[in-house]
T-cell receptor, first 114, second 113 residues
């Protein structure tokens, strides 16, 4: 069982839809992350929240909008996505910063944009 | 620009033997390294890490070796078990203030019973 819970597990959306991915952890971790993973590629960092504040945005297009309502929750709001945005979206958390504090990953949301 | 590379996309090892997974990096600022294991339809799971002040770290069947001069690290699994079949990613981070973990390209390990 993973301690980082992501919902939904699968999502199919059209290019005009608005949807949200949700992530929850109850380990008291202070850093939360969104990663994107395409098939046969490594996970790529999108966003980092540290103590509920956005600390890293890896030049992600504005059609992806992160939100951290509190220290246990992390959302990724999706709007006007493109088919090439289809990927596995992974949420992770760590006790403190990623250095010396391994990331715990959820099982991901498999997103398909049609 | 792939700063962390795993040049073997796949590796097959007999059960009970040693599995050796290799990883090379180009960024000399990387000073903390981790190995993650990923099963299909699951997120990566942390296995073992090593700081650049060390050249070896052991945890049970898993040992990570770091050669800073060669910018190379390896993960040894001994003895290999069928449950070790998964994709293994090495990852690196540069500096205590950095929060960006850079992943390698991954190696699919298959343990043959």
């Amino acid at each position: 069982d993973t301690e980082v819970t992501q919902t939904p597990k699968h999502l199919v959306m059209g290019m005009t839809n608005k949807k949200s991915l949700k992530c929850e952890q109850h380990m008291g971790h202070r850093a939360m992350y969104w990663y994107k993973q395409k098939a046969k590629k490594p996970p790529e960092l999108m966003f980092v929240y540290s103590y509920e504040k956005l600390s890293i945005n890896e030049s992600v297009p504005s059609r992806f909008s992160p939100e951290c309502p509190n220290s246990s929750l992390l959302n990724l709001h999706l709007h006007a996505l493109q088919p090439e945005d289809s990927a596995l979206y992974l949420c992770a958390s760590s006790q403190e910063r990623a250095y010396n504090s391994p990331l715990h990953f959820g099982n991901g949301t498999r997103l398909t944009v049609t | 620009d792939q700063q962390v590379k795993q040049n073997s996309p796949s590796l097959s090892v007999q059960e009970g033997r040693i599995s050796i997974l290799n990883c090379d990096y180009t960024n000399s600022m990387f000073d903390y390294f981790l190995w993650y294991k990923k099963y299909p339809a699951e997120g990566p799971t942390f296995l073992i890490s090593i700081s650049s002040i060390k050249d070896k770290n052991e945890d049970g069947r898993f040992t990570v070796f770091l050669n800073k001069s060669a910018k190379h690290l390896s993960l040894h699994i001994v003895p290999s078990q069928p449950g070790d079949s998964a994709v293994y990613f090495c990852a690196a981070i540069a500096g205590r203030g950095n929060e960006k973990l850079t992943f390698g390209t991954g190696t699919r390990l298959t343990i043959i019973p």
